[in-house]
Structures are given as structure tokens and as C-alpha cells.
């Protein structure tokens, strides 16, 4: 059993990096804001109030917890979006590619 737990932090690193690397890519990717982008932000904020005062329009769904989909045709979507409080703006397709969607 020792021998086993000895593997333990190695499994455990592995695992880590393999969860860490996709997310890592769509955090500091490029965002086209001609695209629809992912905003995301902190719980219990509002996502529809966030993208429409930034400029932009939901699209799909509204009453995600944490992250909504939105477009605008305004090049600094994106900074307004982070100056009115998403935590993050990631790019949708590369978002819909890792969730296996054809786009």
C-alpha cells in the first residue's frame, strides 16, 4: 500500500496539468470581439445587466451562474466588459470547440 501512495503526487501533478492546460489555453487566447465571447463573472452577478451596459447583447441563455454568451459590434466590447465587472472575456468558438461543438 506504501508503495502505491509513493505514486500518489506524480498521479496527482499529471492529473493537474491535464485539467489545467485547456483552461489555461482559452484564458489567454485571443478574443475576437466580432465573435460571440464568453463573460464571466462572479456569482450572483448579473451577466445580463454586465453585457448590455457594456454594449452588447446576450445570446442563448440567460440564467447561467456563472457565464453567459454575448456579441457586440463594439471593438472595446471586451474592456468593457472587464471594466463593468466580468472577471473574465474568453473567445466562444474556442469555448464551443472544447465542448465539442462544430462551429
Given at each position: 500500500m506504501k508503495q502505491g501512495l509513493a505514486?500518489?503526487?506524480?498521479?496527482?501533478?499529471?492529473?493537474?496539468c491535464v485539467l489545467l492546460v485547456p483552461i489555461l489555453a482559452v484564458a489567454t487566447g485571443p478574443v475576437d470581439v466580432s465573435k460571440p465571447v464568453v463573460v464571466v463573472?462572479?456569482?450572483g452577478a448579473d451577466l445580463?445587466?454586465?453585457?448590455?451596459?457594456?454594449?452588447?447583447?446576450?445570446?442563448g441563455l440567460e440564467n447561467a451562474p456563472l457565464g453567459a454568451?454575448?456579441?457586440?459590434d463594439d471593438p472595446k466590447f471586451a474592456q468593457n466588459?472587464?471594466?463593468n465587472g466580468a472577471w473574465a472575456v474568453w473567445d466562444g468558438?474556442?469555448?464551443?470547440?472544447?465542448?465539442?461543438?462544430?462551429?
Amino acid at each position: 500500500m506504501k508503495q502505491g501512495l509513493a505514486y500518489l503526487p506524480t498521479v496527482l501533478a499529471l492529473a493537474l496539468c491535464v485539467l489545467l492546460v485547456p483552461i489555461l489555453a482559452v484564458a489567454t487566447g485571443p478574443v475576437d470581439v466580432s465573435k460571440p465571447v464568453v463573460v464571466v463573472a462572479r456569482p450572483g452577478a448579473d451577466l445580463v445587466q454586465i453585457i448590455e451596459i457594456s454594449g452588447g447583447a446576450v445570446i442563448g441563455l440567460e440564467n447561467a451562474p456563472l457565464g453567459a454568451l454575448g456579441y457586440s459590434d463594439d471593438p472595446k466590447f471586451a474592456q468593457n466588459l472587464r471594466a463593468n465587472g466580468a472577471w473574465a472575456v474568453w473567445d466562444g468558438r474556442t469555448i464551443a470547440e472544447l465542448c465539442g461543438v462544430k462551429t
